[in-house]
C-alpha cells in the first residue's frame, strides 16, 4: 500500500504562509482524487483542500483565496501552499487519497 508522509509544518505568526508537502511511496496519480485535511483540539477532521487527478480543485470557503492544492507527479509529492494564515488555521494536517491509511500528520500552529 502507498504510504503519504506529511512535513512542512511548524510555528508561524499570523499572515504568515507556510507550504506543506506530502510524499508518497508510490506513484500518485493512481488516485482519482487526493486531498488535505486537519485536525485542530476537539473538533472533527475536516478538509481544506481537494485535487483531483484530472486537476479540478476544490476548497472550503475557510480557507478558499488562501490556501492552494497542488502536486508534482514526477516527485510523486501534493503540496498545499498557506498564505495569510490566521490563529484558527492552527491544527494537524494531514494528506490522504482513498483507501489510504492517514499518516502522523504535521502540526501547524499559527500565533496572534
Known amino acids: 500500500q502507498v504510504q503519504l508522509v506529511e512535513s512542512g509544518g511548524g510555528l508561524v505568526q499570523a499572515g504568515g504562509s507556510l507550504r506543506l508537502s506530502c510524499a508518497a511511496s508510490?506513484?500518485?496519480?493512481?488516485?482519482?482524487?487526493m486531498g488535505w485535511y486537519r485536525q485542530a483540539p476537539g473538533k472533527q477532521r475536516e478538509y481544506v483542500a481537494t485535487l483531483t487527478r484530472g486537476g479540478t480543485t476544490n476548497y472550503p470557503d475557510s480557507v478558499k483565496g488562501r490556501f492552494t492544492i497542488s502536486r508534482d507527479n514526477a516527485k510523486n509529492t501534493l503540496y498545499l501552499q498557506m498564505n495569510s494564515l490566521k490563529p484558527e488555521d492552527t491544527a494537524v494536517y494531514y494528506c490522504n487519497a482513498p483507501t489510504i491509511s492517514w499518516g502522523q500528520g504535521t502540526q501547524v500552529t499559527v500565533s496572534s
Open positions: 508510490g506513484s500518485i496519480l493512481r488516485f482519482s482524487v
